[in-house]
């Protein structure tokens, strides 16, 4: 079966390892967020790219969520004693990924080739595209000013107030090569437990990615990142909230509205159930903690089994 998934960092790390571990990789394609991507200390750095792509590797660190696991961090403590900002943190071995990629961005290769040599070199049989070659990137208005989303994520440990959240750069962005035909072709569309507003709105604010959604003959099931009235990690509530959605599964179905066929949604959420169906979207009750492998595999079975026949 032709996956095509729709991911940010860590909660779609753990579902794609539970899809890698249930179908042939080489039949999974990830379209990444790129609109936290940074440049730190000179190097570009692709957090949610490299989150799937270490996870799909088999070498994420599974503690952290993100990352390489036995990771040192000597580099950083170097860049502090000359003076430098560390509040983001890259690790030893990580930096290899930023310095590869970046001197090959400015060698003029596309992030797109850039990612799919990384993914070779690391031995990722599935393919991971990022959401365009072209600069998006997420910022978050608070009472003092506009902040990436790093500083706002990272910096600020998401405890400052978000008043809006905008998408530089989406209008004038096109989809990377590959995105709209690996939706288009896909058997099933995954729109993995995500942050929908700074993880999942970031590749739906790509000209033509929603729509290609929308026309998709495959089903899109998502899988909910909100259980009960929060969210299960990180402040995906709090910007739910700026951007008008409610903090609930039938929030995130609102977000993934009307392209969205499917919500995977935790049992305990079972009283949305009849609002979802009132809005044309079928609730699928489970156990969507993905606390460790088994639980990763069994969500990632929910998931392809949810697909039904292809109307
Ligand atoms: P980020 O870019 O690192 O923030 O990564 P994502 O956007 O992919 O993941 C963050 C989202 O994943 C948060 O909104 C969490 O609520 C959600 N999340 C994390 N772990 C789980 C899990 O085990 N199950 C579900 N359903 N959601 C999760």
Redesign the pocket.
């Known amino acids: 079966m032709r996956l095509t998934a729709i ?9 794609l390892r539970g899809l890698a571990a249930a179908v042939p990789r080489s039949s999974l394609t990830v379209i990444g ?1 790129t609109g ?1 991507d940074a440049e730190i200390w000179g190097l570009h750095v692709s ?2 790219l490299d ?1 799937v792509m270490y996870a799909l590797a088999g070498r994420l660190d599974a503690a952290r ?2 990352g390489l696991a036995g990771e040192t961090f000597r580099c950083l403590e170097a860049m502090g004693d000359l003076g430098a900002e560390t509040w983001f943190n890259l690790g030893d071995r990580d930096l290899a990924t930023h310095l590869y990629r970046t001197r090959a961005l400015r060698e003029g290769r596309p992030l797109s080739a850039v990612t799919a040599e990384l993914c070779r070199r690391l031995s990722v049989a599935a393919r991971i595209l990022p959401m365009s070659d072209e600069p998006v990137r997420t910022r978050v208005r608070t009472p003092d000013g506009w902040l990436s989303f790093q500083e706002y ?1 990272v910096r600020e440990k998401a405890q400052v107030q978000v008043l809006d959240v905008e998408y530089a750069g989406a209008p004038a962005a096109r989809p990377a090569p590959g995105v709209l035909e690996a939706i288009r072709a896909a058997e099933l569309v995954v729109v ?5 507003v ?3 709105g970031p590749v739906l604010a790509v000209p033509g990615i929603a729509e290609a959604l929308a026309a998709a003959r495959a089903r899109v099931v998502a ?5 009960g009235g929060a ?7 709090e910007l739910m909230r700026a951007r008008g959605l409610t903090v609930s599964a039938v929030g995130v179905a609102a977000a993934y509205a009307p392209w969205l066929a499917t919500l995977v949604m ?1 049992r305990s959420d079972a009283p949305h159930a009849a609002e979802l169906a009132r809005r044309g979207v079928k609730a699928v009750l489970a156990d ?4 460790d492998r088994d ?2 595999i069994a ?1 990632a079975r929910v998931v392809l089994d949810s697909r039904g026949p292809v109307d």
């Open positions: 991911a940010g960092g860590t909660g779609a790390a753990k579902l967020n936290d957090p949610d989150t969520g993100w994520f993995c437990p995500s942050n929908p700074t993880s999942v899988v909910s990142p909100i259980v969210a299960v990690s990180g402040p995906a509530g935790d969507i903690l993905m606390t639980r990763e969500l």
